[in-house]
């Protein structure tokens, strides 16, 4: 059975950084590209990035790939994201998803002073 | 950045009657290689979002036959037939011709 697990999220002051975790299982993690995706709190859904199978290149959504960067480990089959300078308009459930077809439960994180 | 646009905002059904939601988009997604990258989403209360439909017609699996698509280029509809109280929830569609992907803001499915 396919699993994705999100974890990392909380309470963060604006301007502080945060890493997200994402641990895969059920599946050939190092065959396939992997996504993060945020929905607002007002139900917004935005894609954030990708990333290659093997790690060697990211996509990102234009206005947050100076701020957010998305990194794996297939040792370890866990996907990540870093987020650094975060603002309010930020707090979001953080899902990570392979192909859309597979979500995890999502992490919330809020930003606030 | 592709706009895909849903209507209506919300919609209230009889637990046995159909149910349509529209999703317009700013430009064709028919991509290349003849596939139309347009992916239907079902958020039930509480969860994660669900794939329902992918390349604008095809059922994921385990989604029961009530759900199907149709659509042109960039005109789609996603039809529920003989709605059940499971089906409450946001309905997304979204693409996957182009970065970067987006989605539409959500139909709102109530039962009356």
């Known amino acids: 059975e396919v699993q994705l697990v999100e974890s990392g999220g909380g309470l963060v002051q604006p301007g502080a950084s945060l890493k997200l975790s994402c641990v895969a299982s059920?599946?050939?993690?190092?065959?396939?590209?992997m996504s993060w995706v945020r929905q607002t709190p007002g139900k917004t859904m935005e894609w954030i990035g990708d990333i290659k199978y093997d790690g060697s290149y990211t996509n990102y959504a234009p206005s947050l790939k100076n701020r957010f960067t998305i990194s794996r480990d297939n040792a370890k089959s866990t996907l990540y994201l870093q987020m650094s300078n975060v603002r309010s308009e930020d707090t979001a459930t953080y899902y990570c998803?392979?192909?859309?077809?597979?979500w995890g439960q999502g992490v919330m994180v809020t930003v606030s002073s | 950045d592709i706009v895909l646009t849903q209507a209506p905002l919300s919609v209230s059904v009889t637990p046995g009657e159909s149910a349509s939601i529209s999703c317009r988009s700013s430009?064709?997604?028919?991509?290349?290689?003849?596939?139309?990258?347009l992916y239907w989403y079902l958020q039930r209360p509480g969860k994660s979002p669900q794939l329902l439909i992918y390349q604008m017609s095809n059922l994921a699996s385990g989604v029961p036959d009530r759900f199907s698509s149709s659509g042109s280029e960039t005109d789609f509809t996603l039809k529920i037939s003989k709605v059940e109280t499971e089906d409450v929830g946001v309905y997304y569609c979204g693409h996957r011709l182009e970065y970067p992907l987006t989605f539409g803001s959500g139909t709102k499915l109530e039962i009356k």
């Open positions: 059920g599946f050939t993690f190092s065959d396939y590209w």
């Open positions: 998803t392979r192909e859309s077809l597979y």
């Open positions: 430009k064709s997604l028919l991509s290349s290689k003849g596939i139309t990258s």
